[in-house]
């Protein structure tokens, strides 16, 4: 989703996911600001593997800080700080 948020992937992987920001009915919400994608909704349970489900999730799980890195290491160096200490509180 870094990826797809810095346009660095082909276009069908882009266009398989919607901005909250480009949505008509959220223009004038405190959203619209955001970094945030809009999540479809899905019939069944299997529907939230897909990438357009579990790719926005993940990234609207994400703080603030980390979504707004463009470089894609500092992102990565970043992204370890948040997810390895979740980890590790769930292992135990």
Known sequence: MH????NRVPSYLV???TATASLSYCGR???ASSQR?????TRLKFGERCFAFAG???WNSLPSSVQELTDTT???RELKT???PALVLISF
Do not use: C, G
């Not at 990826?3 to 810095?6: A, D, Y």
């Open 74 to 76: 500092a992102f990565k």
């Open 56 to 58: 926005p999730a993940a």
């Open 15 to 17: 266009n398989s996911v």
């Open 29 to 31: 919400l405190r959203s």
């Open 37 to 41: 994608y809009e999540q479809p909704r």
């Open 82 to 84: 948040v997810t390895v």
């Open 3 to 6: 990826l797809v948020h810095n």
